[in-house]
């Protein structure tokens, strides 16, 4: 798109940018991110200066730094570049890794979280598909699976859904589109693991009937491809029938089984599927089942299960059944980690 001689209108920049018109508006009502020269001493139009502030604005706050910090920020580069519109010199920006609490009106109540996930949750709230494909990325490619989900996604997820709570079913798509680019970045870092052809016995994973929270089993397979460990994900709601099929025809090692809440939790099914012996006659062996998620608490596993409290310990558990070395397993103090569970504290998303 070619800029004009009087610069290009707001919903021109919003589209250049990725994010919403009102998002612009608001970056210009509440921090002065707007066009040093309006037309008509009205009308906003944005000029290639303009515009290379609100691409640092992005920058900053895809990156974590709270708005009112980036925009400081934002501005002194465009007065450092010799721009005549002068700026209070910024705050330092805050230092990576655990984000300081904000004072008031910066959004959503926080919890001492990573930055990235403040700055992921900022983008979810934007809409802002390419930032938070890349934030992603950077979080894989920069603390690994484990980390990445357990302090990263899961936190950002639960800020979400707490604010989809708290606003009368407001930010339903926010939650859809964080969801999908969270599930696009497990499934790329499941593909580009070590290559799992493999003669032993797969892991099964699937969600029981009734379930359709499958992030959780999704984040394990990322984890499982890259021990090389052979999958099989059947993803949300199996029907008991199915998933006694998908046991016999894949004679799994291991079958994980997510539920999110103790109404889908099928304890008798659980019992089923340990107990279903597959191999040749003489050899027959039954799969070890781990009981993954929040819906299975309360009662102890029987004989045959696992319940690991996490990520990290699912992947510890199964890495152990092949042989394999816990490569990769960490320990942490919040035994929930890994249960995908909304309502959780926020992570402070704002537009």
Not at 55 to 60: H, I, K
Not at 122 to 140: H, I, N, S
Not at 204 to 212: I, M
Request: proline share 9%.
């Amino acid at each position: 798109m070619s800029d004009t001689a009087h610069g290009i209108t707001t919903g021109a920049v919003a589209r250049r940018l990725g994010v919403s018109p009102t998002t612009v508006r608001s970056w210009d009502q509440r921090y002065g991110i707007g066009p040093a020269v309006r037309a008509d001493g009205r009308h906003r139009r944005w000029s290639p200066a303009d515009l290379a502030v609100l691409d640092e604005m992005c920058r900053l706050t895809a990156s974590g730094v709270p708005p009112a910090e980036a925009a400081r920020a934002a501005r002194q580069a465009r007065t450092s570049a010799g721009s005549n519109v002068p700026d209070a010199a910024p705050d330092a920006p805050a230092a990576p890794g655990r984000a300081r609490r904000p004072g008031p009106g910066s959004g959503l109540p926080q919890a001492d979280v990573r930055q990235e996930a403040r700055g992921l949750a900022r983008a979810a709230v934007r809409l802002d598909g390419p930032a938070m494909e890349g934030l992603l990325q950077e979080a894989l490619a920069g603390h690994g699976l484990v980390t990445a989900w357990q302090e990263i996604m899961v936190p950002t997820l639960h800020a979400v859904g707490r604010k989809w709570e708290s606003s009368g079913d407001r930010y339903v798509e926010v939650e859809h589109l964080l969801s999908w680019h969270i599930s696009t970045a497990l499934r790329r870092a499941a593909v580009t693991g070590p290559a799992t052809a493999s003669p032993a016995a797969p892991v099964v994973l699937a969600c029981v009937p009734g379930e359709q929270h499958t992030l959780p089993l999704e984040a394990l397979a990322a984890g499982l491809a890259e021990r090389g460990l052979p999958t099989r994900m059947f993803g949300a709601a199996v029907p008991a029938e199915a998933l006694d099929a998908a046991v016999r025809r894949s004679g799994p090692a291991v079958v994980a089984l997510w539920s999110q809440a103790r109404s889908t939790a099928n304890h008798a099914l659980a019992r089923h599927v340990a107990g279903t012996a597959s191999g040749v006659r003489g050899a027959r062996t039954a799969p070890v089942v781990l009981l993954a998620g929040p819906g299975w608490l309360g009662r102890p596993p029987a004989a045959g299960m696992m319940r690991p409290t996490g990520l990290a310990e699912a992947l510890g558990l199964i890495s152990r059944l092949y042989g394999k070395p816990d490569a990769g397993e960490e320990s942490y103090g919040n035994p929930a980690v890994g249960t995908e569970s909304y309502g959780k504290p926020d992570v402070g998303a704002e537009e």
